[in-house]
């Protein structure tokens, strides 16, 4: 269930790394996650993984493993009220289909999907690391505002939606089956016409 919700705030935090393309902040990016429908945790419950892995993202933004790591540390470390409902999704998902090889199966798809707001976001924080004059923290912090802010603006209901289809050709009939099951457990599906795609 780790892999599983940290891919689920994974997915939230760089699909939505994205309002407009001004700066915006780890909270706004939450809200947004939870404006298009994540409700297994609040913005404010959100924050803290932010927070968590923004280190890994703003130093190894382009180590997919890295950060895969450090997003299932960050969603199991500060996630302890969200203990017990998480163990029966993962329990349940894993009843239905193994989830690991479906996460495994599904990444390079995803990431495929991805590359024009990765491809942004990546220009964003390089070019802010080249020319913002902060040190330190406070340059992680308004450079990584930046990137937020690009992501924010790319990452709409309909760019979900078109992940979503896409990932939907990508798995059997079955495994397809246990992720409509239990998305509804993790996401507010209504206005997403891919949940209801028919393999």
Known sequence: MAKFLATVILVSSVAFTSVSAAAATK??????AV???????????????LT???P????????????????????????????LPALSLYNGFNGCTDLM???DKLTTPFMNQCKVPINKCLAVLNNCK???????????????????????????KAFINKVCTALSKK????????????????VNVQGYACYNIVI
Do not use: R
């Open 27 to 32: 909270l706004k990016v939450c809200e947004k």
């Open 35 to 49: 404006n298009l429908g994540l409700t297994f945790y609040t913005a404010k419950e959100c924050e803290p993984i």
């Open 52 to 54: 968590c892995i923004e």
């Open 56 to 83: 890994t993202l703003y130093n190894t933004p382009e180590d997919t493993a890295a950060i895969i790591d450090k997003g299932k540390s960050c969603v199991i470390n500060n996630s302890m009220s969200k203990a």
């Open 101 to 103: 090889a479906l996460l």
């Open 130 to 156: 080249k020319n913002n004059q902060k040190t330190g923290a406070a340059k992680q912090t308004a450079c990584m505002n930046n990137v937020y802010g690009e992501g924010i603006a790319i990452v709409t």
């Open 171 to 186: 798995m059997t009939s079955k495994e397809w089956g246990c992720c409509k099951t239990y998305a509804p457990k993790v």
